[in-house]
């Protein structure tokens, strides 16, 4: 064979290999709006300009936008399910059915042009639907340009007008927003519930608004000195009805915006240079809480930054409004009459959605729990950080996860917990949506550091935030990451806990001799802790691994300097451990003295049983 056929082959395999493991292409848009506000009709007129550039390797011969304000409607998905639900959210009830014609909402498309020609589109509820004459080919530019007018509902869910603090416009998903397609097709999903998915680019807003308003959002102000309010030295340089508001933001899948009249804001720049703005409402309920915000929130970026990745923007913005806590990208709306644990505690965890839905961005619907879930672990992390510095009340805590590990428990016996695999709006209560998304997803970041250790779970989550941030991960792209960083295989771990409502239980079953039978009396196999305390003092650790690990985890603060016996089967359902003292000598054993283990039955997992009730009865 001829040096140049090896050549040809060599290069033949290769680009066999490229097209097998093709890299996760991204859509990209730009979007330019121009927004005139009218107040006495609580509506926006605006026009749209967007540049979509299909990245993908498939030609699009529809494209889909979502129209979130119609939900606002009576008889819409969202009014029906809140009223045929059984635990409906109580901020939504029955009262989107009660709205009159002038307190509901809607976003309605006047004309669409796809690069200067019109297209045929269909509103259908809460997305629009547009048929291309000319498809849209793989690895191509096209132009929208879009007219449009919206209302802007009374205060119901995340958007609206007047809330129950008073802030008169939380203007959230309010424009018609491109949905994303990616390498499962497009995603357009009614607006029923929950959540958002988009599609990173550039945002140029332009609002004109009645002048006696101050606006917070996402993104840069670019034209400061014009406005004035707080922004600069200057008075506002427009003298006419309204004020116009320009801003611009890279890089983000979504804009926010709010505005009222009594807005104040406090500036306040980081130890990195990140600019933290702060709008909200003077007052009694306000003031003093609001104005120890800032100090506090950048010793959050500090720690943040370090433990779970670098933030990327140049802003963030804290803005009163909404109707509890709702993330956007550079800025979130949240409820501000709080005492200062709670707005604390809110303000972490919106903020701390920055790292896990605005720069990592995985999709909301399909993998809820690798948002809320994460974001609730780490927001965990830094309230007991805050505590650890007396910057909050409250007594900190060596794990601050175990009341979730907990409350997990609790609820997998009662049997209404639906799996972490569920699409975020057909879990069949509310309920159960909460316990997975937050609860559980934060439990199994709790479960695998316990399987992999601290060290390891550190590491790869700053590895999991470098390495996807800006590509949207999935559930395997995270695993992988931790298999990775571990050197253990969690495909196991994964398929039982996100796939299954399997629970975890195992059992000190007898002691015979100096043998220890444990048995695995729930259907999820885990690796084992073992602790034996002798009657003298001396403490035993035993560490017992599964043999689909393939692997063992290093130790940590919370079990180390144990010995590694044999793997178990993960199919036999009992195992023997041998230790190294007789029952006689021995005053307790305990599998998983730490807690960590989301055991739903620990009266079994302490050995003599007499001792189980001793620990309560403390």
């Excluded at 695999?421 to 069949?428: G, L, P, R, V």
Aim: with cysteine; charged share 25%.
């Amino acid at each position: 064979m001829t040096k140049f056929c090896l050549i040809l082959m060599a290069s033949l395999c290769i680009s066999v290999i490229i097209q097998a493991q093709p890299e996760r292409w991204q859509q990209s848009v730009k979007y330019k709006m121009d927004i005139d506000f009218i107040l006495k009709k609580h509506q926006i007129k605006g026009t749209q300009n967007l540049q979509f550039t299909n990245n993908s390797p498939d030609t699009l011969d529809k494209v889909f936008y979502h129209l979130y304000f119609n939900a606002f409607q009576p008889n819409s998905m969202m009014d029906v399910r809140s009223r045929t639900i059984i635990d409906p959210d109580k901020r939504i009830g029955d009262r989107i059915a009660q709205l009159s014609k002038s307190e509901q909402g809607f976003s309605k498309v006047n004309s669409l042009k796809m690069n200067g020609k019109d297209v045929k589109f269909e509103t259908v509820g809460t997305i629009l639907e547009v048929s291309l004459k000319d498809p849209i080919l793989p690895h191509s530019m096209v132009t929208f340009d879009m007219e449009f007018v919206a209302q802007i509902p009374d205060q119901v869910r995340r958007s609206g007008r007047f809330n129950k603090e008073g802030i008169e416009y939380s203007m959230a998903q309010w424009y018609p927003k491109m949905c994303n397609y990616d390498y499962q097709g497009w995603h357009a999903n009614p607006y029923v519930g929950r959540e958002f998915y988009g599609i990173w680019g550039d945002f140029d807003v332009t609002i004109h608004m009645p002048k006696e308003y101050v606006i917070a959002g996402t993104g840069i102000l670019q034209n400061k000195d014009d406005i004035g309010y707080g922004y600069s030295e200057k008075e506002p340089g427009n003298k006419a009805d309204k004020l116009t508001w320009h801003f611009k933001a890279e890089n983000v899948h979504d804009f926010v915006w709010a505005a009222d009249p009594d807005y104040k804001q406090i500036v306040h720049k980081t130890s990195d240079g990140t600019i933290l703005r702060f709008f909200f409402q003077p007052g009694e309920k306000t003031s003093e809480n609001w104005e120890k915000l800032p100090v506090i929130m950048a010793e959050c970026l500090t720690f943040i930054n370090q433990k779970y990745g670098k933030y990327v923007y140049s802003e963030y913005s804290f803005i009163q409004g909404g109707d509890g806590g709702m993330e956007y990208p550079m800025a979130t709306l949240i409820t501000g009459e709080r005492n200062m644990i709670s707005l604390v505690g809110v303000a972490v965890h919106e903020w701390m959605h920055s790292w896990y839905q605005m720069m990592l961005g995985s999709n909301e619907a399909l993998y809820h729990w690798m948002d809320e879930g994460f974001t609730s672990y780490a927001s965990n992390e830094v309230m007991n950080m805050l505590k650890i510095k007396k910057l909050i009340p409250g007594e900190a805590q060596s794990n601050p996860h175990l009341k979730e590990v907990n409350g997990y428990c609790t609820f997998a016996l009662g049997g209404t917990e639906e799996a972490l695999i569920t699409h975020a709006d057909h879990f069949q209560t509310n309920t159960a949506y909460g316990v997975a998304s937050y609860t559980k997803g934060e439990v199994l970041l709790e479960e695998l550091r316990y399987i992999i250790g601290e060290h390891a779970f550190d590491k790869g989550m700053l590895r999991y935030y470098d390495t996807w941030k800006f590509k949207h991960p999935n559930t395997n792209d995270f695993f992988r990451i931790m298999e990775k960083t571990s050197g253990l295989e969690l495909d196991w771990f994964k398929e039982y806990f996100v796939n299954t409502t399997h629970t975890i239980d195992y059992a000190i079953e007898d002691m015979k001799g100096k043998s220890l039978i444990l048995r695995r009396e729930g259907k999820i196999p885990m690796p084992l802790d073992i602790t034996v305390k002798a009657k003298n003092g001396k403490t035993y650790q035993y560490y017992i691994p599964l043999d689909i690990m393939r692997g063992e985890k290093n130790g940590d603060r919370f079990f180390d300097n144990f010995k590694v016996m044999e793997d178990w089967p993960w199919v036999n359902p009992t195992y023997k451990l041998d230790i190294d003292l007789n029952l006689e000598d021995i005053e307790r054993i305990d599998i998983d003295a730490s807690k960590r283990l989301a055991d739903v039955n620990r009266e079994n997992n302490v050995y003599p049983r007499v001792m189980m009730q001793k620990v309560e009865d403390k």
